[in-house]
């Protein structure tokens, strides 16, 4: 006989994990006892040294689906003689330091769903029915540890039948906080000016949603705005009401077999649509697409996800139509509405119906959306599914608590704590009272569930007026900790060698913009980053910005912007008045008064963005003239791009100045008229340019490592979520023999800038 402790780390508690190793050892005969230690699940175990081992594979081979395993330590103990009579679930030690981990809100299981359908079960119908293996966590959890009183589901005690399977280590239930059943759990309810009578609210909702209504549905971390996608007239009404009229909308559908009628779905992408996350997949339209084309207009594609809580599943049990439009229900920038009477009284005007139930949402979390380039997948937004699921930083000392609070508009905040890199869920645009105070709540709300009570450095932007940057210069004074600010793109790079788990990259850098270290809005970078330091090694060629940042809603000004002293002024204002002054929001006096403007000076800050250039195209060849939504013109260009032709070939130059290599993007745009003037198809004009861009920015990358002697190029930046430029400077860059490493497991976009920030605060203060 031996005995032996096993100290098992991860996402092990809340997940039914005690349970699984209780019947892992009565499985096998196996006497000893289990239980929660802080972060840890302790085991001790005694039996023949075979027995132990066989004990030690089966668990990790019948480990709880929502569990992670980081790390399973065994200790041998000296046996002294049999001590154990059978196996046991202890208690869990009060006395416990550290943090444990919370899982994320996981969709509901095969086991769940089959209750639901069932007519003789007691849970038939039941659209809250979860258990260990499903449903809500981070969303219900108000404070840790995590048990039934500190989450949204203390107002609703457990009747007989539910504790007694929440007292019984055999059954599926066995301490899941989040169980329930129409006898104790919460309801839900049909609302419009009072409460609706009705015998299946869910039912009548979708009955309603089929009828053209709008219908905003509470679920579990979040509130959605519903109609139906056949026909143009609910979704019109939707977008005139939202005052959105061109914003992509993310759909949902009953099942995988219906996404197949009108997208194309590679195997990879079926199986994240379908995983237990159940993110929104950005999907391309396939020839058979049969929805409204106002689901997602002037796009290849659009946002698809599947049901992910039971009343999900029951809604679409009563619809035959191939989706419905699922859109977080949100005031323009301000966070997702989640409470009754908000949700009640900010929509009103907006929905025709509400479905309401009386669950508190603690935390929201919105949808996330994953999108693939090529086989690679790309977080767009990492929230619900994944988050608060942490990030391993390697050589991070566990004493350092980091606080970084991104950038500006698509916000997270990250915390790193024992090694570990909490990033938040979307928060969003912090230029909005609303969005900034949930920021707040938010950074509070992480703080108490990982039990941090201060940390030693906050991290923020560059640029000092940001809020997020005097957030953390208050909090740092709170704290008494130290501030670190961090660039933009240097934090991008960052994010993506944690990522990558490498130390130093020659990072493209390529977005909308970040303030750059020299007052300029930078966004079209190569950088050698290595740890807390960077150089900035070449750009896109400085272009000076009419109007600042007029220029990002209305491309035509940086169109004008990227001409001037590139040909004549006579010449520039005369194409611009022939063919582009509509795009001018006050039309041909506008024209006269930007060309003062670039002969002045006046307001026209430079910028080496890409995500401008990117813009003027789409503008020079008239897909789109404004932008309405973040990202637009680049995303109608990429989508022009994708029904184009590979036949037309423009160069490009790459020029110096003061040392440092340039992309010239205004040769790029001059080829771009030159070929419309030649009246080639604007698709594959649009092919062309991006192609350019893309070898451009591959080539300036390519000799920078060269030079440095660095043997990693790696892309960061919402401009890597574009399939064609992500996949051209992979393949340029792995062709000239260097490696190329992307956002994996992390947003290629401005959600990751806060855990770059955090990363660089965090190898600063350790010299690294
Ligand atoms: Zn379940
Ligand atoms: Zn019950
Ligand atoms: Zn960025």
């Given at each position: 006989m031996?005995?032996?402790?096993?100290?098992v780390?991860?996402?092990?508690?809340?997940?039914?994990?005690?349970?699984?190793?209780?019947?892992?050892?009565?499985?096998?005969?196996?006497?000893g006892?289990?239980?929660?230690?802080?972060?840890?699940?302790?085991?001790?175990?005694?039996?023949?040294?075979?027995?132990?081992?066989?004990?030690?594979?089966?668990?990790?081979?019948?480990?709880?689906?929502?569990?992670?395993?980081?790390?399973?330590?065994v200790?041998?103990?000296?046996?002294?003689?049999?001590?154990?009579?059978?196996?046991?679930?202890?208690?869990?030690?009060?006395?416990?330091?550290?943090s444990?981990?919370?899982?994320?809100?996981?969709?509901?299981?095969?086991?769940?769903l089959?209750?639901?359908?069932?007519?003789?079960?007691?849970?038939?119908?039941?659209?809250?029915?979860?258990?260990?293996?499903?449903?809500?966590?981070?969303?219900?959890?108000?404070?840790?540890?995590?048990?039934?009183?500190?989450?949204?589901m203390?107002?609703?005690?457990?009747?007989?039948?539910?504790?007694?399977?929440y007292?019984?280590?055999?059954?599926?239930?066995?301490?899941?906080?989040?169980?329930?059943?129409?006898?104790?759990?919460?309801?839900?309810?049909?609302?419009?000016?009072?409460?609706?009578?009705s015998?299946?609210?869910?039912?009548?909702?979708?009955?309603?949603?089929?009828?053209?209504?709008?219908?905003?549905?509470?679920?579990?971390?979040?509130?959605?705005?519903?109609?139906?996608?056949?026909?143009?007239?609910?979704?019109?009404?939707?977008?005139?009401?939202?005052?959105?009229?061109?914003?992509?909308?993310?759909?949902?559908?009953?099942?995988l077999?219906?996404?197949?009628?009108?997208?194309?779905?590679?195997?990879?992408?079926?199986?994240?649509?379908?995983?237990?996350?159940?993110?929104?997949v950005?999907?391309?339209?396939?020839?058979?697409?049969?929805?409204?084309?106002?689901?997602s207009?002037?796009?290849?594609?659009?946002?698809?996800?599947?049901?992910?809580?039971?009343?999900?599943?029951?809604?679409?049990?009563?619809?035959?139509?191939?989706?419905?439009?699922?859109?977080?229900?949100?005031?323009?920038?301000?966070?997702?509405?989640?409470?009754?009477?908000?949700?009640?009284?900010?929509?009103?005007?907006?929905?025709?119906?509400?479905?309401?139930?009386?669950?508190?949402?603690?935390?929201?979390?919105?949808?996330?959306?994953?999108?693939?380039?090529?086989?690679?997948?790309?977080?767009?937004?990492?929230?619900?599914?994944?988050?608060p699921?942490?990030?391993?930083?390697?050589?991070?000392?566990?004493?350092?608590?980091?606080?970084?609070?991104?950038?500006?508009i698509?916000?997270?905040?990250?915390?790193?704590?024992?090694?570990?890199?909490?990033?938040?869920?979307?928060?969003?645009?912090?230029?909005?009272?609303?969005?900034?105070?949930?920021?707040?709540?938010?950074?509070?709300?992480?703080?108490?569930?990982?039990?941090?009570?201060?940390v030693?450095?906050?991290?923020?932007?560059?640029?000092?007026?940001?809020?997020?940057?005097?957030?953390?210069?208050?909090?740092?004074?709170?704290?008494?900790?130290?501030?670190?600010?961090?660039?933009?793109?240097?934090?991008?790079?960052?994010?993506?060698?944690?990522?990558?788990?490498?130390?130093?990259?020659?990072?493209?850098?390529?977005?909308?913009?970040?303030y750059?270290?020299?007052?300029?809005?930078?966004?079209?970078?190569?950088?050698?980053?290595?740890?807390?330091?960077?150089?900035?090694?070449?750009?896109?060629?400085?272009?000076?910005?009419?109007?600042?940042?007029?220029?990002?809603?209305?491309?035509?000004?940086?169109?004008?912007?990227?001409?001037?002293?590139?040909?004549?002024?006579?010449?520039?204002?005369?194409l611009?008045?022939?063919?582009?002054?509509?795009?001018?929001?006050?039309?041909?006096?506008?024209?006269?008064?930007?060309?003062?403007?670039?002969?002045?000076?006046?307001?026209?800050?430079?910028?080496?963005?890409?995500?401008?250039?990117?813009?003027?195209?789409?503008?020079?060849?008239?897909?789109?003239?404004?932008?309405?939504?973040?990202?637009?013109?680049?995303?109608?260009?990429?989508?022009?791009?994708?029904?184009?032709?590979?036949?037309?070939?423009?160069?490009?130059?790459?020029?110096?100045?003061?040392?440092?290599?340039?992309?010239?993007?205004?040769?790029?745009?001059?080829?771009?008229?030159?070929?419309?003037?030649?009246?080639?198809?604007?698709?594959?004009i649009?092919?062309?340019?991006?192609?350019?861009?893309?070898?451009?920015?591959?080539?300036?990358?390519?000799?920078?490592?060269?030079?440095?002697?660095?043997?990693?190029?790696?892309?960061?930046?919402?401009?890597?979520?574009?399939?064609?430029?992500?996949?051209?400077?992979?393949?340029?860059?792995?062709?000239?023999?260097?490696?190329?490493?992307?956002?994996?497991?992390?947003?290629?976009?401005?959600?990751?800038?806060?855990?770059?920030?955090?990363?660089?605060?965090?190898?600063?203060?350790?010299g690294?």
């Open positions: 031996e005995k032996a402790r096993i100290l780390q991860g996402i092990v508690q809340g997940v039914g994990f005690r349970p699984t190793v209780y019947r892992v050892a009565h499985g096998l005969n196996i006497n006892y289990v239980r929660n230690l802080g972060n840890i699940v302790e085991i001790v175990i005694e039996g023949q040294n075979n027995k132990i081992n066989e004990f030690i594979t089966s668990l990790q081979n019948n480990k709880p689906p929502i569990s992670e395993i980081n790390s399973l330590e200790e041998w103990l000296d046996h002294k003689g049999q001590e154990f009579n059978d196996f046991r679930i202890l208690e869990s030690s009060k006395n416990f330091s550290g444990s981990v919370i899982p994320p809100d996981i969709a509901t299981c095969d086991n769940c089959e209750e639901v359908f069932e007519v003789s079960n007691r849970r038939h119908n039941y659209p809250f029915t979860a258990c260990t293996d499903c449903g809500p966590r981070f969303t219900v959890i108000s404070s840790v540890p995590y048990d039934r009183i500190r989450t949204s203390k107002s609703f005690p457990l009747c007989e039948d539910c504790e007694v399977e007292a019984n280590p055999k059954d599926r239930r066995y301490h899941a906080e989040a169980s329930c059943c129409p006898v104790c759990g919460p309801k839900v309810f049909l609302y419009r000016e009072n409460v609706i009578d015998e299946n609210p869910i039912k009548k909702a979708a009955e309603l949603i089929d009828e053209g209504n709008i219908l905003a549905i509470k679920g579990i971390g979040g509130t959605h705005l519903v109609v139906k996608t056949t026909e143009d007239g609910p979704v019109e009404k939707l977008r005139k009401r939202l005052g959105r009229y061109n914003q992509p909308f993310a759909c949902m559908s009953k099942d077999k219906t996404v197949q009628t009108f997208t194309d779905i590679s195997g990879s992408e079926k199986n994240v649509l379908e995983s237990r996350r159940r993110p929104i950005v999907l391309n339209k396939n020839n058979g697409y049969m929805l409204s084309p106002s689901v207009p002037y796009l290849h594609n659009l946002g698809v996800m599947l049901p992910y809580s039971a009343l999900q599943h029951l809604l679409f049990t009563y619809t035959n139509e191939p989706a419905y439009i699922m859109t977080s229900a949100n005031m323009p920038g301000e966070p997702m509405l989640i409470d009754n009477r908000e949700i009640t009284s900010k929509l009103n005007g907006i929905a025709d119906y509400y479905l309401l139930h009386d669950r508190e949402i603690i935390n929201r979390c919105d949808d996330s959306v994953v999108r693939f380039r090529g086989n690679e997948m790309a977080f767009i937004r990492r929230s619900r599914g994944y988050v699921e942490p990030y391993d930083f390697a050589r991070i000392s566990e004493d350092l608590n980091v606080l970084a609070l991104g950038p500006e698509d916000v997270t905040f990250s915390l790193l704590k024992e090694g570990k890199c909490y990033v938040s869920q979307h928060i969003g645009d912090t230029t909005k009272y609303e969005t900034f105070r949930y920021l707040q709540e938010a950074v509070n709300h992480m703080m108490d569930i990982t039990r941090t009570g201060s030693d450095v906050v991290a923020c932007d560059l640029h000092p007026m940001f809020f997020t940057t005097k957030l953390a210069e208050d909090m740092s004074q709170d704290f008494e900790s130290e501030i670190v600010r961090v660039q933009h793109h240097h934090a991008h790079a960052a994010s993506l060698c944690v990522d990558n788990n490498i130390e130093e990259v020659i990072c493209i850098a390529a977005d909308g913009v970040g750059g270290d020299d007052g300029t809005a930078w966004g079209g970078e190569i950088l050698l980053s290595h740890g807390s330091s960077y150089e900035r090694l070449a750009s896109l060629m400085p272009q000076p910005m009419a109007g600042g940042d007029l220029t990002t809603k209305y491309p035509v000004r940086m169109f004008m912007s990227m001409l001037y002293n590139h040909i004549g002024d006579d010449e520039l204002v005369g611009m008045k022939t063919g582009y002054s509509h795009f001018f929001k006050h039309g041909e006096r506008e024209i006269d008064l930007v060309l003062k403007q670039l002969q002045k000076g006046f307001n026209t800050n430079t910028t080496t963005s890409t995500g401008r250039v990117l813009d003027t195209i789409s503008t020079a060849l008239r897909i789109c003239g404004e932008r309405t939504y973040e990202g637009e013109c680049a995303m109608k260009l990429e989508s022009a791009a994708f029904y184009g032709e590979n036949t037309l070939k423009i160069p490009y130059e790459i020029g110096t100045n003061r040392g440092k290599d340039f992309l010239n993007t205004s040769n790029i745009l001059i080829s771009v008229l030159e070929l419309i003037e030649k009246g080639e198809k604007m698709q594959n649009a092919r062309a340019a991006q192609n350019a861009i893309a070898f451009g920015l591959a080539e300036m990358a390519i000799k920078a490592a060269e030079n440095v002697g660095v043997k990693v190029i790696g892309g960061s930046g919402g401009v890597f979520y574009n399939e064609a430029i992500s996949v051209a400077i992979r393949n340029t860059v792995e062709s000239a023999g260097y490696t190329f490493v992307q956002h994996k497991n992390s947003c290629a976009g401005d959600g990751s800038v806060s855990m770059g920030q955090a990363a660089i605060a965090a190898w600063k203060s350790q690294i």
